[in-house]
């Protein structure tokens, strides 16, 4: 019976292995998924907030959300 002994030790290891494995790949998506978003909003914060839009041959700064399709813009 020594055999079954050694075979139920060796499953115990091998669970122990896979729910290690496991945790690690949570813990490593979770950190990749936080520097993703901490990526997200430092581009997002050098996004333009003002265009310069040419209108009857004079330029004006303005916001980008009232800028409409036609608009010329430098």
Partial sequence: ??????EA???E???????????LRQLLE??????TKSAIKEL??????K???????QEEEVEI???HSGDLLR
């Fill in 1 to 6: 019976m020594p055999y079954m002994r050694y």
């Fill in 9 to 11: 030790r060796y499953h």
């Fill in 13 to 23: 290891s091998n669970s122990t292995v896979v729910l290690t494995l496991v945790i």
């Fill in 30 to 35: 979770a950190r990749a998924q936080g520097k």
């Fill in 44 to 49: 997002l914060k050098l996004a333009l907030n």
């Fill in 51 to 57: 265009a310069t839009r040419i209108r009857d041959g």
């Fill in 65 to 67: 959300n009232i800028i």
